[in-house]
């Protein structure tokens, strides 16, 4: 198939640092090329792909000091898009809504995956404004806030195969932070949890701009005053075997709906078991028992983590074999645009827009 991915202009396709949809953007249009298909990444010009290049900025807007406002550019990108639509069999979107109005001759053609939060009160009249458009949710429980939509499936993330090796043995053993400094990642709770465990707490994570406030009047003062505690600041793709592999286990203590939640299958593929707050998607990406441990509080977080040490960690590396690799997501998505092209050519495929008709497949 002819397909076309637009990412976000945000960072470089994949990400030399933080970002989730760039990365997941990258390990599918490489998973795409491999298995065969003609593939266009519309990106930042320093990204790196097997794929034909559009190149759409020098760098990615937020490395770029000049840069105040990324709207422009998106609309740039999305003019260069209007201009070759008509090559491709599917155009595959991956920049929330910019795009919609530009789309509405060929929306048949389209998918746009949401990777973000959708219990926004301003998203409602707007998706309900383009209802037609084929949408795809990367869980379940990220379709709860929405208004009737034309959903088309659900894919969850995946990750190379090899991407992060599997480690049998973590060495010398702590608990791990991933992420961003943001109050609904409760990286608060993460300290105490630690520190009531009695274990090293090793905190990888950027801090936004707009995150600045609550990591200088709440989180700081935390690392400050816990000695357990290591802030190691943003890492790179390269760090995050050796990171995540010798953690006992991932803490992720989330206070929000969590659409997914990248970091926790990173943990998965190197055998480290997650210890997560049942919030969002995380009964759908943990199998709890199995691939780490879903609790309800800080004293069932601080419970966990003797269990979490004691786990067998190759059941949670074939957890993430079986589930949540990017072939298996690169085959649900191919899936989507198959049945797009032949209903565009009028063909009466139906739509598989169940929640779950895909996420079940991964299960499986």
């Known amino acids: 198939m002819r397909i076309a991915q637009i990412a976000p202009l945000a960072e470089s396709v994949p990400p030399r640092l933080y970002g989730g949809t760039e990365r997941i953007v990258s390990y599918l249009t490489e998973e795409l090329v491999r298995q065969g298909h003609d593939v266009t990444l519309f990106a930042s010009a320093d990204s790196l792909t097997s794929a034909e290049l559009v190149a759409c900025v020098d760098r990615p807007l937020r490395l770029n000091p000049a840069v105040k406002d990324p709207i422009p550019y998106h609309v740039m990108m999305l003019d260069k898009v209007a201009r070759r639509a008509e090559e491709f069999d599917v155009l595959h979107f991956h920049i929330d809504i910019l795009h919609f109005p530009l789309i509405r001759e060929f929306a048949s053609r389209t998918l746009t995956t949401l990777h973000g939060r959708l219990d926004l009160l301003d998203l409602k009249p707007f998706y309900s404004a383009f209802s037609d458009v084929p949408l795809v949710s990367i869980s379940n429980d990220q379709r709860g806030p929405m208004p009737p939509v034309n959903w088309v499936g659900t894919v969850y993330h995946g990750l190379p195969r090899d991407l992060l090796p599997f480690t049998a043995k973590p060495a010398p053993g702590y608990l791990a932070f991933l992420g961003r400094i943001s109050p609904e990642k409760r990286p608060d709770r993460a300290i105490e949890i630690a520190a009531r465990a009695g274990m090293p707490l090793k905190m990888a994570a950027k801090v936004d701009n707009a995150d600045l406030p609550y990591w200088k009047e709440v989180v700081e003062p935390l690392v400050a005053t816990h000695r357990n505690v290591e802030f190691i600041g943003e890492i790179a793709e390269h760090q995050k075997a050796e990171f995540l592999g010798n953690a006992s286990a991932l803490l992720f203590p989330i206070d929000w709906p969590e659409p997914f939640g990248l970091v926790m299958i990173e943990a998965m593929a190197c055998g ?69 092209a032949a209903t565009s050519r009028q063909d009466p495929i139906p739509f598989m827009s169940e929640p779950g008709d895909f996420a079940q497949r991964a299960v499986s």
Do not use: C, W
């Open 272 to 340: 480290t078991p997650v210890i997560a707050f049942d919030r969002g998607s995380v009964p759908e990406v943990i199998d709890d028992g199995v691939s780490g441990f879903i609790v309800e509080n800080i004293e069932g977080a601080v419970a966990a983590v003797d269990r979490a040490r004691a786990h067998d960690r190759r059941k949670v590396r074939e957890a993430f074999e079986q589930r949540f690799t990017a072939d298996r997501m690169a085959r649900d998505y191919v899936e989507i645009y198959r049945r797009l």
